[in-house]
């Protein structure tokens, strides 16, 4: 059986009642054909979940902008805070 | 009426300062109007975490207005002290913080998660980015 998956190219002389109900085709190119589809398939899905990958792995990206951004503002306002401080004793009566 | 109400208020006023003893609440209140003093004093008004005054539950059309005109200064002021520094949201949210730890016990204060909340003896709930 193995011998004749590895070569693929005689088919074996065999009756149905050789072989199990089963594993017996006796179009066997057509079965050799659809094993290499099968084969072909999973290799795109190989390539698919690898894409779905590349995507996950650029979802992360909006968090750290937001961060950053939090992280420019906090300096900002520290930056501000000495001048903010004056400003209030400046204008005491709208404060 | 008015007139009465605004004693009340400023007894009020006078009695919290009291109550807590603290000598920086005088200092704090220097220049404000009486009635400002008052309705802030008696938690009509409070300090948003924006840089501007807030009006909290059913206050009258006086202190409403009264919030809106120191609004309107205030957003001159932010207006014109941010220029070149920052955005005016920026300017107004560092003053803010500064408005909120500087608020007197008894004083009301917007708190993060944005309700009312009274200023105790403690540090206030202010911004996590506030210096």
């Known amino acids: 059986m193995k011998a004749l998956e590895l070569t693929g190219s005689v088919p074996a002389a065999t009756s149905p009642a050789m072989m199990s109900q089963a594993q017996y085709d006796p179009q066997r190119k057509g079965f050799r054909f659809g094993g290499r589809a099968v084969c072909a398939v999973m290799l795109v899905l190989g390539f698919g979940s690898a894409l779905g ?7 992360p990206d909006k968090p750290i902008v937001i961060e950053l951004n939090i992280n420019i503002r ?3 306002i520290y930056r501000l805070s000495q001048d903010a401080e004056n400003t209030i004793k400046e204008n005491e009566g709208v404060f | 009426m008015s007139k009465i109400r605004l004693n009340s208020f400023v007894t009020l006023c006078g009695a919290v300062a009291l109550a807590f003893g603290t000598g920086s609440a005088a200092l704090a209140q220097e220049g404000r109007d009486p009635a400002y003093a008052a309705a802030r004093a008696a938690g009509q008004v409070g300090e948003q975490k924006d840089g501007y005054l807030g009006v909290i539950g059913n206050a ?3 202190v409403r207005a009264m919030v809106r005109d120191l609004n ?3 957003r001159a002021i932010y207006t014109e002290k941010a220029a070149g520094k920052s955005t005016i949201e920026e300017y107004a949210f560092a003053t803010a913080c500064r408005l909120i730890a500087q608020t007197q016990p008894g004083e009301k204060y917007q708190a993060t998660d944005g309700s009312w909340k009274v200023r105790g003896a403690g540090a206030p709930d202010r ?5």
């Open chain 2, 127 to 131: 911004d996590a980015r506030c210096p």
């Open chain 1, 74 to 76: 906090q300096e900002v």
């Open chain 2, 72 to 74: 309107n200064k205030r």
């Open chain 2, 60 to 62: 009258s059309a006086d």
């Open chain 1, 53 to 59: 990958g590349c995507v996950n792995v650029s979802a």
